[in-house]
């Protein structure tokens, strides 16, 4: 049965129309496809948290107490029994020397050093006497400018000698000290001389740090034998840049880390060197640099393998807050002068300014411009703009 002349009127105008809403379609399916997409964005939120600001340099251990024990006289030096680690205590024997017998003294000689002992008694006898003198003055002159007779200046000129005085007479006695040691150390003229075996004792209880003569051999007075020293009694030195330097009081905590224990050790500053001195870089470049002198505070049950001379990584504490509002550093950016972050609300990045304030490294304390709970992209660069639709995108840390 044939279709109705009017059924076929009704689907001419819709067959017509079909291209033209495919084609719609299309247009509105590439438009769709064409418009810009949200950009996936790494996030993090803004918390609230302990937050500390430090300065970080390797730093040295020393013992804090070094002895180094020289010969007493010159003479045959004995071999020394003892190594490096060997543990002593105080006025133990640790090395002996056999003098070298004394020269006699000929007659000539002898006249000449018993003169220059007679020329010392009669130095010492007149130096005495006027050291007396001044002390004299002075204790009138003060009598004097108690009842403000005399002026301040004749005060200060009868100290100033009275002080004079009593230099001279430590001179003088000194060079009759020597004169006489000339005369006592050696033998009457036409003797042989002898002397004893000289021991040498330790001045402190420890362990031996280096040996510097070892073998037996000749020595001259003077001439360092060993070093002792407690190997418990240690410190750090840590070369700072003066300008951190000069922002550390005594008494800031420190971290010791990288030491070899499995826990950092703590430590307090008890000193920055007056005195800087200039280093050269790994890059070639010219640092003013400090020590800085750290006092240990763990104690030593738990550092037992922390020896003399042992590299540590020191991270000073300069500040530190327990409740501060912190963000990530990696999401704040210069901005002209002042900081900036972006903030993700409602799908779109919202460029928001910030005061920071101290930093961590990683993190940083946040002044004002944000509050908690904030969702703040990272590393947002060139490819955010304020008001761009972004996706947040979850990152595993």
């Not at 399916?29 to 970080?56: D, F, H, K, M, Y």
């Not at 009842?147 to 100033?160: G, I, K």
């Not at 001279?168 to 000194?174: D, N, Y």
């Not at 002198?293 to 001379?309: F, H, K, M």
């Amino acid at each position: 049965m044939n279709p109705s002349p009017s059924a076929s009127l009704a689907k001419r105008p819709a067959r017509r129309w079909l291209p033209y809403a495919i084609g719609i379609v299309v247009v509105a399916l590439i438009a769709l496809g064409l418009r810009p997409q949200p950009a996936a964005v790494e996030t993090a939120r803004v918390a609230v948290g302990p937050l500390r600001a430090t300065v970080s340099e390797e730093g040295k251990t020393r013992i804090r107490q070094r002895y180094v024990v020289a010969a007493p006289v010159t003479g045959q030096l004995r071999r020394i029994p003892f190594k490096p680690g060997a543990e002593i205590a105080a006025g133990a024997v640790v090395a002996e020397i056999d003098p070298l017998p004394a020269s006699p003294l000929d007659a000539r000689n002898r006249a000449l050093a018993e003169a220059r002992r007679d020329a010392a008694r009669a130095l010492l006898d007149k130096a005495r006497t006027a050291h007396h003198l001044a002390r004299s003055e002075l204790r009138r002159l003060e009598q004097m400018f108690a009842a403000r007779t005399v002026s301040p200046q004749d005060l200060e000129s009868a100290q100033m000698r009275e002080t004079a005085a009593a230099r001279e007479v430590a001179s003088t006695q000194g060079a009759l000290a020597q004169a006489e040691a000339e005369l006592a150390v050696s033998a009457p003229a036409g003797g042989t001389g002898s002397a004893n075996t000289v021991e040498v004792h330790a001045p402190v209880g420890g362990s031996v740090l280096r040996v510097f003569q070892e073998s037996e051999r000749a020595v001259a007075s003077g001439t360092p034998l060993l070093e002792v020293g407690d190997p418990t009694d240690l410190e750090v030195v840590v070369e700072m840049l003066s300008r951190d330097g000069a922002a550390i009081p005594p008494g800031t905590p420190v971290l010791l880390e990288q030491w070899g224990g499995p826990v950092p050790l703590e430590g307090r500053v008890r000193l920055v060197e007056p005195a800087a001195f200039t280093k050269i870089s790994a890059l070639g470049v010219e640092e003013q640099r400090v020590n800085v002198v750290v006092d240990i505070a763990t104690p030593l049950e738990q550092r037992r393998s922390l020896g003399d001379n042992f590299r540590v990584e020191a991270r000073v504490i300069v500040w530190e807050n327990f409740r501060a509002l912190k963000a990530p550093s990696s999401a704040l950016f210069r901005r002209g002068n002042e900081w900036a972050t972006y903030v993700l609300r409602d799908g779109r990045a919202r460029l928001t300014p910030v005061q920071a304030g101290r930093s961590s490294g990683p993190e940083t304390q946040i002044l004002s411009g944000l509050k908690e709970g904030d969702e703040v992209i990272l590393y947002p660069g060139d490819r955010v703009k304020d008001g761009q639709r972004v996706t947040p995108m979850q990152v595993t840390r």
